[in-house]
């Protein structure tokens, strides 16, 4: 059974840091879209951040280029999402996604199979 968990939001202040970080279990092998996604009430869900497992290729939502980087531990089957510099319209529910290929990594959400529960990041000015 494929599963996904976040961890690693809370609350802090403008221009603070944060790591997330989610743990893959349950995928036969090791090539696959990874992606983070948030969503705040009232808004749609908005892509972040994503990459290929098996490849070099990343994808950075224009809002968060420069303040997030998106990494991958194979060892440990964990994607990780480092943000700096965070700002309070950054404040979200974050989740984090994958799907087998065939996929892009500036797929949009309905290219995912897999979710996450969300980890909430707040931002306060």
């Known amino acids: 059974q494929v599963q996904l968990v976040e961890s690693g939001g809370g609350s802090v202040q403008a221009g603070g840091s944060l790591r997330l970080s989610c743990a893959a279990s349950g995928y036969t092998n090791s090539r696959y879209c990874m992606g983070w996604f948030r969503q705040s009430p009232g808004k749609e869900r908005e892509r972040v951040a994503a990459?290929?497992?098996?490849?070099?290729?990343?994808y950075y939502a224009d809002s968060v280029k420069g303040r997030f980087t998106i990494s991958q531990d194979n060892a440990k089957n964990t994607l990780y999402l480092h943000m700096n510099t965070l700002k309070p319209e950054d404040t979200a529910m974050y989740y984090c996604?994958?799907?087998?290929?065939?996929?892009?990594?500036?797929?949009?959400?309905?290219?995912?199979?897999?979710w996450g529960q969300g980890t909430q990041v707040t931002v306060s000015s």
């Open positions: 990459l290929y497992t098996g490849g070099r290729s990343i």
């Open positions: 996604a994958a799907v087998r290929p065939p996929c892009s990594i500036d797929g949009t959400s309905r290219q995912y199979s897999d």
